[in-house]
């Protein structure tokens, strides 16, 4: 059983689209991690997520963390080129740390 | 300072061979931790060091993987004999504390791609 669902698992979109990647489980998390991982490069922390309800902003970026803290949300406005890569949603959970299956995005210039 | 390495970057051997990956953390991490990622599935944690010390290896596949960081520095992972199976990007991380991956300080390496033919 998947603990984190990210939807969608790829996406293409021209540049200057907007775009919301999501992720979900049915549990409740203490706090949430969104990483970025290029090709050949290991994965890059973005933001942490604590507070439900909480929203953090990130340049282009906006990280919402739900209410419930069972979801979270990455809405990019404006994408670059640049963006391109795999967003990874990642709790930590007693000694272990989980990841998503991420979420593919291809901006295409 | 230098981040998290990974050799090599690419290993491809046949099925039944020993493969050895290594990890060298950032200077002054105690914790290093082993992740894999399978084809089309999510990154899955392996195990945890603090220093030389295996804190939790819940997540090694089985006993054809070996996890080893003699003197707490870098850390080797070996797979003897590989299968079809164990192809994938096998990640190191480190951290200077553990509870500082909720705070997402985890640094990762580029990562090793594994190829078992």
């Known amino acids: 059983t998947q603990l984190l669902e990210q939807s969608p698992q790829f996406l293409s979109i021209q540049e200057g689209e907007n775009l919301t990647v999501y992720c979900n489980s049915s549990?409740?998390?203490?706090?949430l991690q969104w990483y970025r991982q290029e090709p050949g490069e290991g994965p890059v922390l973005l933001v942490t997520v604590v507070t439900g309800g909480e929203v953090k902003k990130l340049k282009r970026l906006t990280f919402q963390f739900g209410d419930a803290r069972k979801d979270s949300s990455l809405h990019i406005t404006a994408a670059q080129p640049g963006d391109t890569g795999l967003y990874l949603c990642?709790?930590?959970?007693?000694?272990?740390?989980?990841f998503g299956t991420g979420t593919s995005l291809t901006v295409i210039p | 300072e230098a981040g998290v390495t990974q050799f090599p970057s690419h290993s491809v051997i046949e099925k039944g061979q020993t493969v050895t990956l290594r990890c060298d953390p950032i200077s002054g991490h105690d914790n290093l931790y082993w992740y894999r990622r399978v084809m089309g599935k999510e990154i899955k944690f392996l195990l945890h060091f603090v220093k030389e010390s295996k804190q939790d290896e819940s997540g090694m596949p089985n006993n054809r993987f070996l996890a080893e960081r003699t003197g707490g520095t870098y850390s080797t992972l070996k797979v003897q004999p590989a299968e079809l199976e164990d192809s994938g990007v096998y990640f190191c991380?480190?951290?200077?504390?553990?509870?500082?991956?909720?705070?997402?300080?985890?640094?990762f390496g580029p990562g090793t791609r594994l190829t078992v033919l």
């Open positions: 990642a709790i930590p959970e007693g000694n272990q740390f989980y």
């Open positions: 991380a480190s951290s200077q504390a553990h509870r500082d991956i909720l705070r997402g300080e985890q640094f």
């Open positions: 549990s409740v998390f203490s706090s």
